[in-house]
């Protein structure tokens, strides 16, 4: 019953977070598209390198934190919105808030097809990772893995974006992910024995992108 129950939670979370999901991801670049068009990206191990630094380093790491959070105060209302508010101000460009509140929207509204008042609780709309982990844990997925699957769809979603600006093809880009799997995995770990203390990035540069991927003249993607 125990294995059972595991499949049930890897179906869930591969759903959830695979790109046939709902939630619009294709549309966002998180900044790389503008890292892409000032030259600091220009192939795969550049994205590589750059992927892994947020993981470590950056906005993924914070969002590894807010879902570890999110995940464990499911069950507690105020916990949660407080949490769910903290996520909302550390955006930290109007494109980076716009991405993170409409992603997570969407996954809400999505995730209606697996009823639980967790739902109720965040309400219409929520930081995507705040959103994925509030019903993750509400479902009781596994904190960790939770964890592993959004950064792996956050990765596998930078690596769309880059084949589409013709920094990779699609075998440099399966490389890429390939090579990001001992991150995800240390990452992972890291984030779900860390708390909100944790929070903080040094990756200025890729603020700096998402900020000036606002007056981008000619651009594929929203952030």
């Known amino acids: 019953m125990a294995e059972r129950a595991d499949t049930q939670a890897l179906i869930r979370l591969v759903t959830w977070l695979s790109p046939a999901f709902p939630v619009g991801s294709f549309s966002y670049s998180g900044g790389l598209e503008q890292a892409v068009h000032d030259g600091l990206v220009t192939g795969a191990e550049d994205l590589e390198l750059w992927l892994e630094t947020l993981m470590h380093r950056g906005a993924a790491w914070n969002d590894a934190l807010l879902l570890a959070e999110s995940y464990r105060s499911h069950g507690d209302a105020k916990r949660l919105r407080a949490v769910a508010e903290l996520a909302e101000a550390l955006a930290g460009s109007r494109e980076r808030h716009l991405e993170t509140m409409l992603l997570g929207g969407a996954f809400l509204a999505a995730s209606g097809h697996w009823p639980h008042p967790v739902l109720e609780t965040l309400g219409p709309e ?4 705040v959103a994925v982990g509030a019903v993750a844990g509400a479902h009781g997925t596994g904190l960790e893995p939770a964890i592993a699957a959004y950064l792996h769809a956050n990765a596998s979603n930078a690596v769309s974006v880059a084949i589409r600006c013709g920094v990779t093809g699609q075998r440099g880009g399966v490389g890429v992910l390939a090579g990001l799997e001992q ?14 203390d944790d929070l903080g990035s040094a990756t200025i540069m890729a603020d700096i992108v ?3 991927h606002e007056t981008l003249h000619s651009r594929l993607f929203r952030s």
């Open 183 to 196: 991150a995800i995995a240390t990452v992972s770990a890291r984030a779900a024995r860390g708390s909100l």
């Open 126 to 129: 929520a930081a995507y990772p």
């Open 210 to 212: 998402s900020l000036r």
